[in-house]
């Protein structure tokens, strides 16, 4: 039976990310000048997704008046919403509860902030070919120390989940899960109703200890996971440059200004760099690898270096700033260590 629904996992505080994510979730969050979550859809509406179901808990009125605005023709995209999160197994389980799924289908899940040049439409095949019960998109990480790690035997088939490594001796593989399931109805319907559950740490070692056939999709092509503010802004310049891509992205380069945004002739915008809606690039300013987002302003001749800086929010000028984060409606007048995440609404001056 042809695979055609998608859960999208989106529901979670992206704690990590904050202060960008106190008044957005990450999903939301602009990759490349469109939130991470529309590149998401994009990806499964090109493998053949029709239905997505949006699993959310936090902020999805963010997601709503988003939706609101978009036009997606030929794709049905629904809502199942969590009234206390229910960690990522429990949110299939929510979620797939909304769907009317039929007694042989299976589902494709994403992680709401993965962003991987993985092919989709290969991985379905496999699923498809070797009739699994599950399928989990893998990749080979060169430190795989911070992750849990997934060894499969010669034919694919996943052998184990193992937590994060203690120690060397541990570490027997370096394959990591990359967040992309397939998975049957079947392992679906034996994730527990409404009970918080996580999948990779519950679903999936629970689901080997019924011998089911579940199988590693192994590629390699670009794999980032947005969950920290320098891989989300690196993300973004990955897109924006062409290293890694997105049915919504058209055309690469070394920058995306929008076309409300004044970039004076003499400043230099490169990097990868984002600058969004009526933000402006005052005269001698350099901005690289940056996401510049709406109605934000650099003054002459600062310098801003692989950070984020938010909406209204303004750098003074002749400061020079490397890897810092910005919310919104901030005014920096003075410089401040790589690192440093500035929460909303304050303005920084030396004394
Ligand atoms: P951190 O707090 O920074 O760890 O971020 P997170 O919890 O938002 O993301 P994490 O990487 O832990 O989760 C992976 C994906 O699952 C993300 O896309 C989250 O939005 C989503 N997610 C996490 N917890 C939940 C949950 O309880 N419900 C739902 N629906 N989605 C979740």
């Not at 092919?119 to 498809?128: I, N, R, V």
């Not at 559950?197 to 579940?214: Q, Y």
């Not at 938010?310 to 400061?319: E, F, V, W, Y």
Request: glycine residues 8%; contains cysteine; aromatic residues 6%.
């Amino acid at each position: 039976m042809p695979i055609t629904k998608a859960i999208l996992l989106v529901g979670g505080e992206g704690t990590r990310l904050r202060p960008l994510t106190l008044s957005t979730p990450k999903p939301m969050l602009p990759l490349a000048g469109y939130p991470i979550t529309a590149h998401q859809i994009a990806k499964l509406a090109a493998a053949g997704i029709t239905e997505v179901m949006l699993a959310t808990s936090y902020r999805t009125e963010v997601f709503a008046d988003w939706l609101a605005q978009q036009d997606y023709l030929d794709l049905q995209i629904k809502f199942a919403i969590e009234e206390v999160p229910l960690g990522t197994g429990g949110a299939i389980r929510n979620a797939a509860d909304h769907m009317n799924l039929s007694d042989d289908e299976s589902v494709v899940v994403l992680n709401g902030d993965v962003l991987s040049g993985h092919d989709l439409t290969q991985q379905l095949t496999q699923y498809a070919a070797a009739k699994a019960a599950a399928s989990l998109h893998l990749v080979s990480v060169a430190d795989p120390s911070s992750f849990g790690l997934v060894p499969t035997s010669d034919t694919g088939e996943v052998l184990a989940f193992l937590e994060k490594p203690k120690n060397a001796a541990e570490i027997t593989t370096n394959q990591i899960n990359a967040g992309c399931y397939i998975l049957h109805c079947d392992v679906i319907n034996q994730i527990s109703q409404g009970v918080p559950s996580s999948v990779e740490r519950d679903v999936f070692p629970a689901l080997l200890t019924t011998k089911a056939k579940v199988i590693g999709y192994l590629d390699n092509t670009y794999f980032l996971d947005l969950g920290t503010p320098y891989s989300y802004v690196q993300g973004s310049a990955d897109l924006v440059t062409g290293k890694v891509s997105s049915p919504l992205i058209t055309k690469t380069g070394q920058a995306v200004i929008h076309p409300t945004a004044k970039v004076d002739p003499s400043a230099m915008v490169f990097g990868g760099s984002v600058v969004m809606a009526a933000a402006e690039i005052s005269a001698g300013a350099v901005v690289s690898g940056s996401i510049i987002f709406e109605n934000a302003k650099i003054d002459v001749n600062s310098q801003l270096f692989d950070s984020i800086l938010g909406r209204n929010s303004k750098i003074n000028s002749d400061l020079i700033l490397t890897k810092i984060v910005v919310a919104e409606n901030c005014t920096i007048n003075t410089e401040i260590p790589a690192g440093v995440r500035v929460w909303p609404n304050l303005e920084l001056t030396t004394n």
